[in-house]
């Protein structure tokens, strides 16, 4: 497969590193004894109902399918896959669980082919057909729903660079969001009649310097926020 639909290691890792910082933010205990209750999964199931509201599902009336948005969902899905290889990897008593999950990342990226995208319907049949009862986990993310999330993010994207981008990109906004006040609804979402997340893409993806850097999410957040602070706030 072409080297631009593979994650480096380097990107594998830094998602993984990015994964567990931004999980460690809302608990700080997160992944070795977590204090606070979260479900991934539940997550998982509403961003994939956020991407078929954005596909357009209703075939009964007219709808206008919104791609980006619909993309962006499943760069949603990432972070919540992310972190459920990485709790599974804790409970089954790895090491090095952060490290681990970057090389199944790095694996899945390998395998994955944007030609053999299926429907998210069968994303979350691998998930019940890797899902861990006996770890109270249902549904999980192994190796082949793993791959399945790859071909879809390269169906998307076109390309693992643009996948990786979209994640830091994402990942920064987040923090931009609650730094400029997301939780008290100060925060304005619509950069000029465009959502955030359109802005963002199109600030980030082509930018090589927060490609090539080893401290991207701190490039990502001062451009979006820098960008925010200027033109819109």
Not at 43 to 59: C, M, N, P, Q, S
Not at 131 to 147: A, H, K, Q, V, Y
Request: glycine content about 6%.
């Amino acid at each position: 497969m072409p080297i631009d639909t593979q994650l480096t290691v380097n990107q594998a890792q830094q998602i993984a590193k990015l994964q567990t910082q931004f999980n460690q933010g809302l608990d700080a205990d997160w992944p070795m004894a977590p204090t606070l209750a979260r479900d991934d999964f539940a997550a998982v199931i509403v961003e994939l109902g956020e991407r078929y509201d954005h596909l357009g599902y209703k075939w009964w009336k007219k709808q206008q399918a919104d791609h980006e948005q619909a993309n962006m969902e499943l760069i949603d899905v990432l972070h919540f896959a992310v972190s459920d290889v990485i709790e599974v990897l804790v409970q089954d008593g790895s090491a090095s669980p952060v490290e681990t999950a970057a090389l199944k990342l790095a694996e899945a990226s390998i395998r994955a082919n944007a030609d053999e995208a299926l429907d998210a319907k069968w994303l979350l049949r691998h998930t019940a057909l890797e899902g861990r009862p006996d770890l109270g986990r249902p549904l999980c993310f192994g190796n082949e729903s793993l791959t399945q999330l790859f071909n879809m993010l390269y169906q998307a994207y076109g390309s693992a660079e643009a996948v990786y981008v979209s994640y830091v990109g994402k990942n920064a906004l987040n923090h931009v969001r609650q730094q400029r006040g997301y939780k008290d609804g100060s925060y304005i979402k619509m950069w000029h009649d465009e959502e955030d997340n359109q802005v963002m893409m199109r600030l980030l993806l082509g930018n090589n310097d927060i490609l090539k850097s080893n401290t991207p999410l701190d490039e990502a957040i001062a451009l979006l926020t820098n960008y925010y602070d200027d033109h819109i706030a």
